[in-house]
């Protein structure tokens, strides 16, 4: 008997099956679709056994569905933008582009190999022309809907990556890429609105059934969607008020201190002829060097330095301390939190630990509590009022309502609904990737690239000196331009575009992959999407699926596609 030869049965049918297109798919209503998609890969040179069992996955179903008589779209490409590309080409001294290409053709090798079940016509790679020109696109259409915005930031900073890192990119204070620390640079950043979409993306999650409920847990939480009060305590010495946010209205009346961020605009009003000035700053530089995990940690030190001035509460008139600390950041909320030690058990570990006095406004209802007796911060939210005005003997949801009440009839504050998700910042000072496509002219300010001229290439002629805040910068022919509006002396954005904005469109590709006169036709979009079972790991439960959504509802309200969820059924394996 013939031995069995895998090598030469599989490459021998595998041909047969690429000549004959047999996974080649087109739209049919005679017969029900089914879209399956594995996550895509970074051109990295070779699969592992991530990918593989990964894609396993995705081809059973594929073949089940198939064979179910379903019409089974099941594309595959490359998210082939990024840091390890650019790396390369400083490391080895190859360009970017050849480095990515070269890995793309191994890996597609090994796919083939492999035999999975992929319409190979439909590839994308984020990197070529043809694909990022509808990414710039997808852009300026933000841009035009006023989602699209730049502003100067205190921004995540790795110096071993040399750019700008997304808050969802900081993982325990190192860069998500390198895992090197990262800290604080102030830089003008572009950015994109999704916080105008925390309200609809935290709702819609009751419309996923076919997600795992620790993915929907995870944004959820990262979302964070709190209410509270919003008002002002007065410093007359400082003259000028300050905003302060808390979900705790209840607890007003025992104020002792405010906490104010590292980078709150009064710190430097506060150290003008303040003898605790070179004090002050010395602990802003320190703290705004810490990583936002170090300073939010429940685990971490909470430390402060009295500024010598005071506010005050506009509940009972009080004079109030203020602080600058590590633990409060400058983009939640005001950049402003009250200290009520009695009743938080972080304000009671940071008052005891500067001796800053404390007064009980809850108690039990069996109980008195006792300032001397107490230990730590009663935190329960059941109990009563006390020392709290008129609103003494009330219950924490009445009184609350009651307090909110009082702060807008007089004029002080106002409810306000608060998130943890703060705008998608997606600036990056690298080569390797979509250049944004705006040009600043002298004249007309920022004024975005003609949509014929799309797209805004990447240029070769440039430097990977890392003493530049950004290659794109070092090539002259690329920066010098005419504006389109006036046609006076220009400069091109020399920014790149963060990689998760490719991957947050690319699904929608796939329906529609050579199209050169829009990103895809409306009718083929809708007929294939969403996709019916989404396959890739957990690590994406945040970054990349959080903005996909984002994304897809977007173009569902700019009447690109009439669906608002992109993913019906998510597998996250490992």
């Known amino acids: ?70 019409n089974v779209l099941h594309p595959m490409g490359f998210d082939s933008f990024g840091m390890p590309a650019e790396n390369a080409a400083i490391k080895h001294g190859v360009k970017p582009a050849d480095w990515t290409y070269s890995n793309i053709e191994n890996m597609e090798k090994q796919q083939k190999k492999l035999g999975l079940s992929y319409d ?11 694909y990022y020109k509808w990414t710039q696109w997808l852009f300026e259409l933000f841009y ?21 890192l997304a808050n969802e990119q900081v993982i325990d204070g190192k860069c998500w890429r ?63 008020s300050i905003a302060a946010y808390t979900t705790r209205p ?43 995990i170090e300073r939010t940690s429940s685990e971490s030190e909470k430390e402060g330095i009295f500024t010598g001035a005071y506010c005050i509460n506009p509940f009972n008139g009080n004079k109030v301390q203020i602080w600058v600390t590590n633990y409060v950041l400058a983009d939640y909320g005001t950049g402003a939190v009250i200290g009520v030690p009695s009743e938080d058990s972080r304000d009671w570990m940071f008052a005891t630990k500067y001796d800053i006095p404390k007064i009980i406004t809850l108690q039990p209802r069996d109980h008195e509590l006792k300032l001397e007796e107490m230990t730590e911060a009663y935190t329960d939210k059941d109990g009563v009022l006390v020392n709290s005005a008129e609103f003494t003997g009330l219950d924490i949801k009445e009184a609350m309502k009651g307090i909110m009440d009082k702060a807008e009839k007089e004029g002080f504050g106002k409810r306000r609904v608060n998130f943890r998700l703060r705008d998608w910042l997606i600036s990056r000072q690298r080569y390797w990737g979509a250049p944004i496509p705006v040009i600043n002219c002298p004249h007309c300010g920022e004024v975005l690239v003609p949509e014929k001229d799309l797209p805004v290439m990447l240029p070769e002629d440039v430097s990977f000196d890392q ?45 529609d992959p050579h199209n050169d006169k829009e990103p895809f036709a409306k009718d083929k979009v809708n007929y294939w999407a969403p996709v019916d079972q989404y396959i890739g790991g957990i690590e994406h439960a945040i970054l990349h699926l959080l903005y996909s959504r984002f994304f897809t509802k977007v173009l569902h309200d700019a009447g690109l596609v009439d669906f608002d969820e992109p993913f019906t059924n998510l597998l996250t394996q490992g």
């Open 178 to 240: 390198c895992d090197h620390e990262v800290h604080k640079k102030d830089l003008s950043q572009w950015f994109l609105k999704i916080t105008d979409y925390a309200d609809v993306l935290l709702k819609d999650l009751d419309k996923l059934k076919g997600w795992p409920e620790r993915v929907k847990t995870m944004q959820d939480n990262w979302i964070g969607r709190s209410e509270g009060l919003e008002f002002n305590l007065e410093a007359p010495e400082l003259g000028t």
């Open 144 to 164: 035009k809907r006023g989602l699209a915005y730049k502003k100067k930031a205190s921004v995540n900073w790795c110096d071993t990556c040399g750019t700008v």
């Open 250 to 292: 209840d607890t007003v009346y025992g104020i002792t201190f405010l906490a104010l961020a590292a980078e709150h605009p009064l710190v430097d009003k506060i150290c003008e002829n303040n003898p605790k000035a070179e004090a002050i700053q010395a602990f802003v530089k320190r703290t705004r060097n810490q990583s936002e």
């Open 467 to 511: 003493g530049s805040l950004s290659p794109l910068a070092s090539s002259e022919s690329f920066v010098h331009c005419k504006c389109p509006k006036c046609g006076a002396d220009a400069t091109r954005e020399t920014d790149t575009m963060d990689t998760f904005i490719c991957s947050s469109w690319y699904y929608l590709r796939y329906t």
């Open 120 to 130: 190979w016509d439909r590839e994308v790679k984020t990197c070529d022309p043809s």
């Open 1 to 70: 008997m013939e031995r069995y030869s895998p090598q030469d049965i599989e490459s021998k049918w595998q041909k047969k099956w690429e000549e004959g297109k047999v996974y080649k798919t087109e739209a049919d209503a005679s017969r029900p679709k089914y879209y399956a998609l594995e996550m895509f890969p970074y051109p990295s040179g070779n699969l592992h056994m991530g990918h593989v069992r990964n894609y396993a996955i995705g081809d059973v179903m594929a073949r089940y569905k198939t064979m179910e008589g379903f």
